[in-house]
Structures are given as structure tokens and as C-alpha cells.
């Protein structure tokens, strides 16, 4: 296998994360435009070439918009779709829908949003993403979103999949993961 880089990362902080709210389609914050800031200039002083791949939502599109790379959006890559409860706060959600959310806690992997996704949905969702990551010879950026991300570390790290929901993704934080001659590795790296 020849050596590849594939970079994950994030949106820059949202105003929809600012409010703690569930999904939407929010911009970035002032902090996730200065986050989209210092990737741009990460990864633009560079010398290596690499080609960026976001979701269709604003945040992550804003993210990547000043990198002097190719640039791919993919639904694929859009964040977990939770259903009726888009929009909403995490606080609204645990008080108005308290069945919902004890469920979901109990059991993150297989919980699915009314009218909306899984985890176990997710990974079916990206199966194309990660047949062409394994294909490909290029190094990628991936801008994405927290549960999309957990899932595509997951699976090229190959975790068990009752770990993928739980695998930590703080924002502003720049994961690697190299691929050389059957040897994997992982690091991360934040650029507040």
C-alpha cells in the first residue's frame, strides 16, 4: 500500500453550538471563523498537496472556504439526522422528550431519531466515503461533523461499533490518520 494521509476535522464552532442546538444548518461563530483561519493557514503552508472533502451544510463548507485545495461536498458527510428534533436545544430535547432521550442514552449505536438517523445508519450512510478512501492515493482533509466523524475514525481505526458513538471529538482539533505499508497511525492535534 503506498503511504496516505487522511485528515479529519470538525466545523469551526457554529452558533448553533454556541446554543447548544441538535443539527441544523447554522454559519460559524466568530471562534469557528478564526478555527477555519488556522486550518486554512495549517494546511496552505504546507508543501503537499491534499484534496478537501466537506459536507453540504454551511459550517463545514465556511470551514474549508479559504484552503487553496480542490474542494468536494458530499451528502454523505452530512451530520446525523435527527428527525423531529432538529433545531432543538439538548435541553429540550432531555425535558420535552424524556423517553426519547432516556433511550438514546441507553443505547447511542442502535438509537434512531424519529424520522432520522442511527449510528448504525451513519455507517451505511459512508460505506462509499471509505471505499473510496481505501482506493484512493490521495491525501484528504475531510471537514465533517462530531457523529460522521466518530463513525469514519471508527471504522479505519476498527473499533468495535459499540464505541464508535463514544469516541471524543472536540472541536477545533485536527486528527490524523497515516497509512503505510499495512501500519496505521493516529494522532491528534488541536489548533485553537
Known amino acids: 500500500m503506498t503511504s496516505k494521509i487522511i485528515y479529519l476535522s470538525r466545523h469551526g464552532e457554529s452558533i448553533y453550538n454556541l446554543e ?29 498537496k491534499i484534496i478537501v472533502w466537506t459536507s453540504k451544510l454551511k459550517r463545514t463548507i465556511q470551514t474549508g472556504k479559504n484552503l487553496n485545495f480542490p474542494k468536494y461536498e458530499f451528502n454523505e458527510l452530512n451530520e446525523i439526522n435527527a428527525g423531529i428534533y432538529e433545531n432543538i436545544t439538548f435541553e429540550e430535547f432531555k425535558n420535552n422528550y424524556p423517553d426519547e432521550y432516556n433511550k ?7 438509537y434512531k431519531y424519529k424520522d432520522g438517523e442511527s449510528y448504525i445508519d ?9 471505499k473510496t478512501i481505501n482506493s484512493t492515493n490521495e491525501d484528504i482533509l ?41 501500519n496505521i ?7 485553537q
Open 122 to 130: 451513519l455507517i451505511n450512510r459512508i460505506d462509499n466515503i471509505i
Open 185 to 191: 497511525m493516529f494522532e491528534k492535534f488541536s489548533l
Open 104 to 110: 438514546r442514552l441507553n443505547d447511542k449505536l442502535n
Open 142 to 182: 475531510i471537514i465533517s461533523h462530531q457523529a460522521i466523524l466518530r463513525v469514519l475514525i471508527g471504522i479505519l481505526l476498527n473499533k468495535k461499533l459499540e464505541e464508535i458513538p463514544f469516541i471524543s471529538i472536540p472541536l477545533h482539533t485536527l486528527f490524523k490518520i497515516e497509512f503505510s505499508n499495512d
Open 20 to 48: 447548544e442546538r441538535i443539527g441544523g444548518n447554522s454559519d460559524l461563530s466568530k471562534n469557528g471563523i478564526e478555527y477555519s483561519k488556522k486550518l486554512s493557514n495549517y494546511f496552505n503552508n504546507k508543501s503537499n
